[in-house]
């Protein structure tokens, strides 16, 4: 099968067309967004080459099963996935940051302490912590959302004090970033993982706050194996990972990380089947679900988005 890493259709009362680094957003009469999530794929803020079977829809349908099971915590935009991969929902007004929250030192937030950094986005992390240590309690560090490049810390009092959010949205964008977490921590230890940290996106609509894109994905989202988690924490070994780090350890390996003058290596059929394998095994472990390969193509998919719309009118 082919990937779909481009999508250009036209729909009634079609307003505008953004393209992402991954996502092909159609905007309704201001309305509503449809959102095809392509096969393309990211990594250090570079979209590479070659796209990967079957990976928008592994994004989409995990992000759609977890919009599903926190719809009781705050509305969320969805209205409707007339496709594997692409998701209809309401148009919000996006907050200009993404709330990343950390149970665990892991990553970004692992790497600043490494170099000696005990704050992050104004947040303290305790002395004498190993990588990939649990977090006495979850900390929220927050970023601003880029249009390109790469997103960058900031505090929460820079946010307030610069009237990014105001104080009483933010105060309630952290009371949900927690309890969704809290919902996906307890969802994934059901499949036998960690939900070691995540980022979501809020926006408004009518005055009130829903939680907007993707959700609890390989892509938003890094997991750790439950098993054996702290025999490894103890030996300190690298934990078994469920997430796209090893699409940038392949990257790394092999001289690349997105860096001027570096070129991405070859991305042979063997690397990309391997690629969509591994997104797979990912939808598997974290929905608890049997993937279903279902060939499909690009006129398939703009059909099924028309009916959706049609019968939203």
């Not at 665990?104 to 937030?109: D, E, Q, T, V």
């Not at 939900?195 to 750790?224: A, C, N, Q, W």
């Amino acid at each position: 099968m082919n990937a779909i890493v481009k999508t250009d259709f036209t729909f009634a009362s079609q307003k505008g067309k953004y393209v992402g680094k991954v996502r092909d957003v159609y905007d309704i009469d201001g309305d509503y967004l449809v959102m095809v999530v392509t096969d393309r794929i990211s990594a250090f803020d570079v979209v590479l080459p070659e796209g990967i079977p079957y990976k928008g829809q592994v994004l989409n349908r995990i992000a759609a099963k977890f919009l599903d099971a926190t719809s009781d915590i705050l509305p969320n935009w969805k209205v409707a996935v007339p496709d594997p991969m692409v998701t209809v929902g309401y148009k919000c007004e996006p907050f200009k940051v993404e709330m990343v929250i950390r149970g665990y030192l892991s990553g970004h937030a692992w790497r600043e302490y490494k170099a000696g950094k005990r704050t992050i986005c104004g947040v303290a992390m305790p002395d004498g912590m190993v990588e990939n240590q649990k977090f006495p309690e979850p900390i929220i560090t927050p970023t601003t959302k880029a249009a390109e490049g790469h997103d960058e810390d900031i505090s929460r009092e820079e946010i307030i004090a610069q009237g990014i959010v105001s104080r009483e949205d933010y105060e309630q964008l952290e009371k949900y970033t927690r309890a969704i977490y809290q919902r996906g921590t307890e969802i994934a230890a059901k499949m036998g993982l960690i939900l070691v940290d995540t980022k979501y996106e809020f926006g408004k609509r009518g005055g009130k706050i829903y939680l907007m894109d993707e959700v609890h994905t390989p892509d938003s989202s890094r997991y750790f194996y439950a098993d054996g988690y702290e025999e490894r924490l103890a030996r300190g070994e690298k934990q078994k990972q469920l997430s796209k780090e090893f699409v940038r350890e392949w990257l790394m390996a092999n001289g690349f990380q997105g860096q001027t003058g570096q070129k991405v290596p070859e991305m042979t059929p063997e690397v990309v089947a391997g690629i969509t394998d591994r997104y797979i095994e990912l939808y598997e472990h974290i929905t608890g679900d049997k993937f279903e390969r279902t060939p499909y193509n690009a006129s398939d998919i703009e059909a099924h988005i028309a009916s959706c719309l049609a019968s939203l009118k």
